[in-house]
């Protein structure tokens, strides 16, 4: 890094996965992944077509500080939608970080997905203090949540 070199935060993990419809494997579908520190100008995206077995990849993410409004609360928004041959668009991923750690979506390991297109009920996942809210599937522990207390 050079002396007037900004640092970069990771926006986006390094994913791969398996993009299904009822269990079927989506071919050709393009995903466009999004990132964003909070209060940015702008975002970086990217995309992946996935395969006949409906197989994806992306690589790290990231961002530049100096897009980042120093004032505001640090938060990284990330989102990723499918467009099907047929024209459909879907949200499969939506999540909020309060870091730019690298592969702390899925505490430091490699992070693969299982996304079923047919899944109506988006799950909330909670890992590393992050809240992500989809239709994958995926093997990470989820951080324990204390039941709140409502002073009784």
């Known amino acids: 890094m050079g002396f007037f070199s900004k640092p970069k935060h990771c926006v986006f993990s390094a994913v791969s996965g398996h993009l299904t419809l009822n269990g079927e494997p989506v071919k050709n579908a393009r995903l466009v992944r999004t990132g964003q520190l909070g209060h940015a100008k702008t ?3 990217d ?3 996935t395969d006949e077995k409906g197989y994806f990849e992306f690589p790290d993410m990231f961002q530049s500080a100096s897009e ?5 609360a640090f938060r ?3 989102e ?3 467009y099907q041959e047929d024209g459909n668009e879907v949200s499969i991923w939506r999540g909020t970080r309060k870091d730019g750690v690298k592969g702390n979506e899925n505490r430091q390991e490699p992070w ?3 996304c079923e297109l047919s899944n109506t ?3 909330l996942f909670i890992v590393n ?3 992500y809210f989809t239709v994958c599937a995926w093997d990470v522990e989820e951080d324990v949540i204390e039941p709140f207390d409502h002073g009784r």
């Open 121 to 123: 009920i988006k799950k």
């Open 129 to 131: 203090d992050a809240s």
């Open 76 to 78: 990284v928004f990330q």
């Open 43 to 45: 975002e970086v995206t």
């Open 68 to 72: 980042f409004g120093g004032l505001a």
């Open 47 to 49: 995309e992946a077509i």
């Open 80 to 82: 990723i939608k499918v």
């Open 112 to 114: 693969r997905v299982q």
